[in-house]
């Protein structure tokens, strides 16, 4: 069996080898290291744009540079990389009442030890999803290790948390409630007593879950919560502009978004949420200086090191400070590390992170969420 393994594995990374040649040639002197990484780490196989991406990235990428700055990436090619937001990812209408309890737990303290802290303190609804700390206090004020991400968009995701160790939005919800840092409830059954002692609560979790007996029990916390989570989608002008509407953007945000494509961004940020669909290392190229290591404390795997979920883009420009630890502050020190580290480019110029960073502020919510 461990044979056969070995065997798979070495043919698999023999293909992407041969595969990121292809790409090398095609891309014309571009860096293009990250092309084995994005087969070796192919956890996002349910997502179509990934294997859409790859035959989009032949050619076009070398296009781009033949063409020059005039010309925009066409429909088509557009479409290879990125989708439009769903306009729903679950019937709002069927899910009304579960939808609804859900958003009164997520607002609600009293899912914490003290009455204090609920999960909208580190993801504010009213400041895209985030709080724009480094790292969040929980109820004793103590911080954790990693940045709060945001929960707009985050449903998209391929999996939750920044090593991905929560496979879906409902899962991840009951962590921070019993996580002693954050929310600090001593147990799933003190969760379950507490809300049981709420009149108002016996009532909607009955209406959300009107097919069950005993519907007021922990893993339905997380059913609510994540089907409320669900909903947190935001279109954006980008959206509008895949969708056709070319005047979306401006100029600048139009020049962003073709070096965002040509200098390689895009094969770890795309799809529906520009990213959350695959793992990736930081510092692929050049290495870069952190102690958490990040997936490999999931699956103890050696080449999971310091292996990241990549973050959605969605809202980026809004979500600082940046990086699983939340120590990089500005948007612009974020691109020029990403160039560097992730894509090998070392000092790259005032107009490319200008331009990339107002192609990044397209993705930002038209309605304040
Ligand atoms: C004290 C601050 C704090 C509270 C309270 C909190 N979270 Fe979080 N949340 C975080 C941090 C920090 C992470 C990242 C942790 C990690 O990746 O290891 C996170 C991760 C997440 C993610 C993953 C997003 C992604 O892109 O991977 C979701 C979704 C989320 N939280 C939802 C919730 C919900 C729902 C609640 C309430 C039940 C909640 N959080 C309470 C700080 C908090
Ligand atoms: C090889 C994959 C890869 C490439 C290429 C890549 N990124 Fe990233 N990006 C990541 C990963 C992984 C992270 C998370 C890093 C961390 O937190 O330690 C990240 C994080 C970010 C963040 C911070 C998001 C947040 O919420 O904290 C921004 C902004 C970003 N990338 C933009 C870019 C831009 C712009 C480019 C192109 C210049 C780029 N990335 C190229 C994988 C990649």
């Avoid at 595969?19 to 179509?48: C, I, L």
């Avoid at 290392?281 to 952190?290: D, H, Q, R, S």
Wanted: net charge neutral.
């Amino acid at each position: 069996m461990k044979l056969i393994l070995l065997l798979l594995t070495f043919f698999l990374s023999a293909q992407a080898y041969a595969q990121e040649n292809t790409q090398k040639q095609d891309a014309a002197g571009q860096q293009e290291d990250h092309g084995r990484q994005s087969d070796g780490h192919r956890h996002n196989d349910g997502h179509g744009h990934q294997g859409k991406r790859h035959g989009g990235n032949h050619g076009h990428d070398g296009e781009g540079h033949g063409h020059g700055h005039g010309h925009m990436l066409n429909e088509t090619q557009l479409k290879q990389f990125f989708e439009p937001l769903p306009e729903s990812i679950i019937d709002e209408q069927k899910n009304a009442a579960l939808i609804k309890l859900g958003k009164k737990l997520y607002l609600d303290p009293r899912l914490s030890i003290n009455d204090r802290i609920a999960c909208n303190s580190c993801h504010s609804l009213s400041n895209y999803g985030v709080d724009n700390e480094p790292t969040s206090p929980g109820h004793e004020g103590k911080r954790g290790g990693r940045n709060s991400p945001t929960t707009l968009n985050a449903a998209l995701h391929i999996a939750q948390f920044w090593d991905g160790r929560a496979g879906t939005v409902e899962e991840q919800a009951l962590g921070p409630i019993l996580n002693p840092v954050e929310m600090g409830m001593p147990s799933e059954d003190a969760v379950v007593k507490k809300l049981k002692a709420i009149d108002e609560y016996k009532t909607s979790f009955a209406e959300a879950f009107s097919d069950q007996k005993d519907p007021l029990n922990y893993k339905n916390v997380g059913v609510a919560i994540g089907a409320f989570e669900r909903t947190l989608l935001t279109p954006s002008r980008f959206d509008d502009f895949l969708k056709g509407n070319k005047d979306a953007l401006n100029e600048s945000e139009k020049r962003g978004l073709k070096k965002f494509v040509s200098i390689g961004c895009i094969n770890c940020h795309n799809g529906v949420a520009i990213g959350g669909n695959s793992y990736r290392k930081i510092g692929l190229v050049v290495p870069y200086e952190t102690s958490d290591m990040g997936r490999f404390e999931v699956t103890g795997i050696e080449s999971d090191k310091k292996v990241f979920k990549v973050p959605g883009l969605r809202n980026v420009a809004q979500t600082g400070p940046y990086f699983h630890d939340g120590s990089v502050e500005t948007l612009d020190e974020a691109i020029r590390l990403m160039a560097k580290h992730q894509l090998g480019h070392d000092h790259i110029g005032h107009g490319m992170i200008r331009d990339i960073k107002a192609f990044l502020g397209s993705l930002t919510a038209k309605e304040a969420k």
